[in-house]
């Protein structure tokens, strides 16, 4: 059995202030490891209890995983924390109960096969491919047609044969073959601090929830990626060290976003820990922010995985200087913790601006962002739909946004934030009230 997790207060309490990042995570982590393993366990559990019929390949699979975690510890943790795998995993479980169609609790056959072909274990296991082939959780896609596939594994070599088709897999398990699409590297680099990633364009539970992934870059597209994520990060890593450390901390996976109709996004999820999801990378500032803003969220989703900071009563819709639509308490503590994370990156960052149009740029984000985080904080504090325990945490981000109002900002810019907080909220108070 697992024991326990548990989180020193001190440390909540650092991570409240935005300190101590890297920490954070690393005191987070096992948490996150014991959660998808308790989500694959649960997968043949209710298999079984529904009596579907993969039941039985889930839990051979699973007993297959357990094998490969005793003979190869590292390479199977490796898979399991995927976040594909716990994307999936949670979707899976979600059918499982509520009778979706959808469920495939064979998959579990899949992770099993990755986590030995990664730990380089002997195995031989029977999977099934969907229409755009056969997905190796973290490792990448065999194009095959539809079906059972079979895969063997001597502990160096690995074999897939569909029909009377046969693919070898690369040694390295991150290459390309003409019927194997590996995960990308994309390594960034800086003086100060590295980053690894892996670039999932191919698994098709690799980011949960509406937003219209890419599929598979061209290489050509990838490299230009890969550049301007690079700018983007000497940036951070240059200038912001303490949001460098925690990225490179918190993500391990890149997937690619479509491109909204303006601007750019980005985007995590509890339900992929681990995972940055970004459309085409803008400008280095922009960038830069981007990675400090989504790392604020992978923390605090995985603190939430572990507390309950919000009390669990029906929360109504509250007002969000950063959004259009009225926020639950839940998510209003979400936008109010990565907020404080871009103020204080904007804070640094007006102090870099050469140029004066950047510059006025950046004072006004400070401004427009340390402000809105101090209001909401505030209605956190008296919206009495918080427990104890996420009332000293938004106590905590109170002190530092409180510290920060004695920061001299440029009374144009100062302006012109307060401006365009003023006609946000007028907007929403119009669509809403």
């Known amino acids: 059995m697992t024991p326990a997790h548990t989180l020193p207060r001190r440390t909540l309490l650092s991570m409240a202030r935005g300190e101590d990042g890297v920490a954070v995570l690393r ?12 989500l694959l366990t649960a997968v043949a559990a209710r298999a079984a209890e529904r009596r579907h019929p993969a039941a039985a ?91 059972r596939v079979v895969l063997r594994s001597d502990g160096r070599d690995t074999e897939l044969r569909a029909g009377r088709l046969r693919v070898c897999l690369p040694h390295d398990r991150y290459g390309e073959t003409p019927h194997w699409q590996g995960l990308r590297r994309l390594p960034l680099h800086a003086p100060q601090a590295r980053m690894r990633l892996l670039t999932d364009d191919v698994d098709p539970y690799r980011f949960p929830g509406s937003l219209e992934r890419r599929s598979r870059l061209p290489a050509a597209e ?31 996976v890149l997937v690619p976003l479509a491109d909204p109709p303006s601007g750019y996004r980005s985007a995590t999820s509890r339900a992929a820990s681990g995972c940055l999801a970004l459309s085409s990378p803008p400008g280095p500032a922009q960038v830069a922010e981007a990675l400090a803003h989504e790392a ?15 009390r669990p009563a029906p929360q109504g819709g509250y007002y969000a200087p950063w959004r259009s639509d ?35 740029d950046a004072h006004a984000r400070y401004a427009r962002w340390r402000d809105a985080a101090a209001e909401v904080s505030a209605s ?9 325990l996420g009332t000293a945490f938004v106590t905590e981000m109170r002190v530092v946004l409180a510290s920060w109002q004695r920061d001299q900002v440029p009374p144009d810019a100062l302006r012109h934030a307060r401006r365009t907080a003023s006609r946000h909220r007028a907007r929403w108070l119009s669509e809403h009230t």
């Open 27 to 38: 005191a987070l982590s096992p948490a996150q490891h014991s959660k998808h393993l308790l």
């Open 57 to 147: 390949v889930a839990a051979d699979a699973l007993a297959a995983l357990h094998a490969v975690r005793r003979a190869a510890p590292l390479a199977a943790e490796t898979v399991v924390r995927h976040p594909a795998v716990g994307s999936w995993a949670l979707a899976a479980l979600r059918d499982l109960l509520h009778g979706g169609p959808a469920a495939r609790p064979d998959r579990l056959a899949a992770v099993a096969a990755s986590a030995a072909v990664l730990g380089r274990v002997a195995v031989e296991l029977d999977l099934r491919a969907e229409a755009d082939g056969l997905t190796l959780p973290g490792l990448g896609r065999a194009l095959v047609p539809p079906g």
């Open 222 to 252: 990838l490299r230009s990626w890969h550049e301007r994520l690079g700018a983007g990060w000497r940036l951070l890593a240059g200038h912001h060290a303490w949001a460098a450390a925690e990225c490179a901390e918190a993500f391990g």
């Open 296 to 310: 604020q969220h992978a923390k605090l989703a995985a603190l939430i995985d572990m507390f309950d900071l919000v």
């Open 326 to 360: 009225p926020r639950p308490l839940g998510g209003l503590l979400q936008g109010a913790y990565a907020h404080l994370g871009i103020a204080r990156f904007w804070r640094r960052q007006r102090e870099l601006e050469r140029d004066r149009a950047a510059a006025f």
């Open 380 to 388: 956190l504090l008296g919206s009495g739909g918080l427990t104890a």
